[in-house]
């Protein structure tokens, strides 16, 4: 007997939505870990972030577009197909991995000096960086291989390898950072190798399921066949192609944002950075969901269920509006304890609570926007998706966030309300977006 659609939606979602946390909950320990050494670290450590994504933004987008062909090969019940784009975007992914990260290792330095203007914090953010970047080639076929994962509905293996790269990465953290059992003192860097540590931990997880249990995917012959057959190389890079563009719009527009945010004072900035956490958990549940939406609008596709892909985006826009209601709820009560864990002064405490109504406000238009990208996704839309990116963090974000920052003189709060700007103006072009693409799915289905 088939699941039910709402049964079949949670079953996916849970599990993603817990691997997306365990994701948070590792940066947020990262932080509290690191906060011993002074705000310096704290802030040196966050300002490799958007640089960091902004490079993975490409491998980002090939792990979205192998979900996308796998989830809707299985739709088709095609495992021949399904591993056909597994293997080549995992290939494809390695090999660029390598050189990229060969190349930021080498010159971490200009490059963090091009994307952070913090010169107090630069030493370390360099050091952090540059480990990060060298070893990149695990995190990009990590990438790849829980988005595939997902891409069938296998959230649990996915949600079991990142509390396995949670357990390593903690455990490096308490050994490294400060020095026990006998280990070295590293500071940041320790919290670098502990990062690539748990990193590794969770592809052997994942390779050992596609090796040993996965009936679907599989890991055999990826290296024997050296050339992609000429349409999947086309699908892979008109797919992907346009999904990293998405990507980098996207990442391009908060690294410049991070930019003007770098010419603020480390003490203002640390405890931006540490509000910017509460923004990774709303976007942790959203990412579950989008997982959920985007596998299982692909498979419906794939099976021509064209009812179902509109039944799972309004699953999935109900459940984001709940999940934000109680985040902002959280984020709102939670405030005082939450920053007292990071800042002794009562000032950083209090600003920080007042960022989290802005970040509460950011929940709802934040899961809800994502939720609708997913759907657009799954149906095979990925030109749309990466226009409205464009617009909104590339062109809204970084010029209101510029004026209202440094023209008008607001500093962060400036940047605050640039998110704000931005994000309403991300929904309301994604609920268009979505709507046009169900209306399409709507008419196929009449004309057949």
Not at 242 to 254: H, Q, S, V
Request: with cysteine.
């Amino acid at each position: 007997m088939a699941e039910k659609p709402s049964r079949e939606f949670f079953r996916i979602a849970v599990p993603a939505v817990l691997e997306s946390l365990v994701g948070v909950v590792i940066t947020t320990v990262d932080t509290k870990m690191i906060a011993p050494l002074g705000k310096e670290a704290v802030s040196a450590v966050s300002l490799t972030a958007q640089p960091k994504l902004l490079f993975l933004s490409i491998f980002y987008a090939l792990g979205t577009a192998s979900s996308i062909f796998v989830s809707q090969a299985l739709g088709k019940r095609d495992k021949d197909e399904a591993n056909a784009y597994f293997h080549a975007v995992l290939r494809i992914s390695f090999m660029l991995s390598l050189v990229l990260g060969l190349a930021l290792f080498v010159f971490a330095e200009p490059a963090m000096h091009l994307f952070s203007r913090q010169q107090e914090t630069m030493a370390l953010s360099v050091s952090f960086f540059r480990i990060i970047m060298g070893f990149m080639v695990l995190q990009c076929t990590q990438i790849v291989l829980n988005a595939s994962l997902r891409g069938i509905g296998e959230t649990r293996v996915t949600f079991v390898s990142s509390i396995v790269m949670a357990v390593v990465d903690v455990l490096l953290n308490y050994l490294l950072i400060e020095g026990r059992w006998g280990f070295p003192a590293l500071g940041v860097v320790g919290d670098a190798v502990a990062t690539v540590g748990g990193t590794a931990a969770s592809c052997a997880v994942c390779a050992f399921y596609l090796r040993r249990r996965s009936d679907f995917l599989d890991l055999k012959g990826i290296v024997a066949k050296r050339e992609t057959e000429p349409e999947v190389a086309r699908n892979i890079r008109d797919k992907a192609g346009n999904i990293a563009l998405e990507n980098l719009f996207t990442r391009i527009g908060f690294l410049l944002s991070s930019v003007i945010v770098s010419g603020l004072p480390a003490d203002d900035t640390a405890v931006y950075f540490v509000a910017m956490i509460l923004m990774n958990y709303t976007f942790a549940f959203g990412d579950g969901l989008q997982s959920a939406v985007a596998a299982l609008t692909g498979r419906s596709m794939g099976e021509r269920q064209y009812d179902k892909v509109e039944g799972y985006i309004r699953q999935g826009r109900a459940a984001g509006a709940l999940v934000a209601t109680m985040l902002s709820a959280v984020y709102i009560l939670g405030a005082q304890w939450f920053y007292g864990l990071y800042f002794p002064d009562a000032a950083d405490v209090a600003r920080g609570a007042q960022y989290s109504y802005v970040v509460a406000s950011l929940t709802f238009l934040q899961i809800l926007r994502i939720v609708n990208i997913a759907g657009m996704r799954g149906m095979g839309e990925v030109v749309l998706p990466s226009r409205i990116a464009m617009i909104c963090v590339l062109i809204v974000n970084p010029l209101s966030s510029y004026l209202l920052a440094e023209v008008c003189g607001y500093g962060v709060w400036g940047i605050w309300v640039a998110s704000l700007i931005t994000q309403v103006i991300w929904f309301v072009a994604s609920i268009a977006g979505a709507s046009s693409c169900i209306r399409r799915a709507r008419k196929e289905k009449a004309e057949e």
